[in-house]
């Protein structure tokens, strides 16, 4: 092969599409192996020319998203077998789009490489796309800069756009110099390297972002769980859609068993988290206000918090909509919503019986009388940057822990919640938080 050809092939976009799709798997698969997402800069700058890039940006999402085939298999059982199978490519593009769009501006300079990666980082972050775009890169913060929070990630930002153009002047320079060595014809003409002065100013601020996240995970501390508070995971199969009102009361009425038998065994002052949407759909009405006023009585007279996870019915006329929430009774109440359901499966606000999302509220939740401040994650939301940096956004007082309210009953397998407990540990450690956990799917526990 001559050496024209192999480097043809070394460059194409087979070569970058196949690179992309094994980073994805590592970083986003069974093995969860977050720091090798830096490997996702090096791999975008590195790319030579736009079609090159897109495939490996194609590439990374389709290995990292295939836990899609098991998800859609679950929820959509009586659907065609295939339905799985042709969902993950398409998720996959549909991930991948916005990236092409925004890859597509600008000449193909390693400055302008980086300033596309800044803003496709940038645009699947914040809403509305943040609102499905899974697998960012931006996860990278929590293993680079932990304990830092909003900074962490606008430095997992700058890091791998940095990186991304360093990247591309590798790459560019490589080029030239087989151009400059009659190895390629000068029809191979790649964009302009760098300025050699530019290339050490950038070096510097990698290098130096290199020992800043050395010393920042030598120095790193994990937080203490709270010594009151306390996630059960319980096995209960939970409700499903369409049901009858008493199936809805028959649960609240376990739990209210269940709540006055476990409080017993425990301290009191106690903050207690059940699973998402445990207790089934609340319908506001004399039955279901007459149980959960057990529960509140149960846990008021202990001065604990109960906090158990509901999907909340609400009406405007012909329409209905439902909050997936965590209700809270005894020593407080209230209710504190997840601020971005699952799409399709839960929010589909072109329909009537979606869920509702919560974009922009911003700061935490207050619980107690001393109005203690606290994030949640509630079980897709792990998986997503917006939701959880939400709470952290105008913020007078940081939340002191992570709640993380789960429902995994429906899943054939532990893929999915296998990447999400990955992901919220991730999340923890970038907050310097304890993550509480509450779920009914003990595998991957």
């Given amino acids: 092969m001559t050496p024209e050809r192999k480097d043809r ?39 030579t020319g736009k079609i090159a890039r897109a495939a490996f940006v194609f590439g990374y999402f389709l290995g990292g998203s295939e836990v899609v ?52 980082l940038i645009i699947t972050s914040v809403p509305p796309l943040s609102t499905w775009s899974l697998l960012s890169p931006l996860f990278l913060a929590g293993v680079y800069f932990p304990g830092t929070g909003l900074a962490g990630l606008i430095l997992g930002l700058v890091t791998l756009s940095l990186l991304s153009a360093f990247s591309a002047h590798i790459a560019a320079s490589r080029r030239a110099y087989q151009i400059t060595m009659h190895y390629l014809p000068n029809k191979h003409t790649p964009s302009d390297p760098l300025h050699p002065n530019t290339a050490k100013l950038l070096a510097g601020f990698l290098l130096s972002i290199m020992v800043t996240a050395i010393l920042l995970n030598g120095t790193y501390t994990p937080p203490a769980q709270p010594a009151n508070i306390r996630g059960v995971s319980l096995p209960w199969k939970a409700l499903p859609f369409n049901l009858g009102f008493l199936k809805n009361l028959e649960r609240q009425n376990h739990i209210r068993q269940w709540a006055q038998q476990y409080l017993k065994t425990i301290p009191k002052h106690q903050i207690v988290i059940l699973p998402e949407g445990i207790g089934g759909y609340y319908f506001p009405n004399f039955y279901t206000a007459g149980l959960l006023n057990g529960i509140q ?21 012909k329409r209905w909509s439902y909050t997936d929430a965590l209700n809270a ?39 107690g009388h001393q109005k203690q401040p606290f994030a949640m994650a509630v079980c897709y939301s792990e998986l997503l940057v917006w939701p959880l940096a939400s709470y952290f956004i105008e913020a007078p007082r940081q939340p002191k822990w992570i709640l993380a309210p789960e429902n995994h009953d429906w899943e054939k397998t532990a893929a999915e919640n296998a990447i999400q407990t990955k992901a919220r540990r991730i999340w923890g450690r970038l907050y310097g938080l304890p993550v509480v956990t509450a779920n009914d799917f003990l595998l991957g526990k």
């Fill in 9 to 47: 092939w070394r460059y194409s976009w087979v070569t970058f599409g196949g690179i992309g799709a094994v980073l994805g798997f590592i970083t986003w698969g069974n093995l969860g192996l977050f720091p090798f997402l830096l490997l996702f800069a090096v791999g975008y700058g590195y790319a």
């Fill in 329 to 367: 009774y005894g020593l407080h109440r209230g209710i504190f919503p997840s601020r971005q359901p699952c799409p399709l499966s839960e929010w589909k606000p072109w329909v009537n019986g979606s869920a509702q999302a919560f974009w922009w509220r911003l700061g935490p939740d207050y619980l």
């Fill in 69 to 120: 085939v098991g998800v859609v298999q679950a929820f959509w059982p009586y659907a065609t077998p295939l339905l799985g199978d042709c969902a993950w490519p398409a998720i996959a593009l549909l991930l991948s789009l916005p990236w092409w769009l925004i890859g597509w501006i600008g000449p193909e300079k390693p400055q302008y490489v980086g300033l596309r990666m800044a803003a496709s």
């Fill in 297 to 317: 009585r149960i846990a008021k007279a202990r001065q604990d918090t109960l906090l158990v996870g509901f999907y909340d019915i609400s009406q405007s006329g």
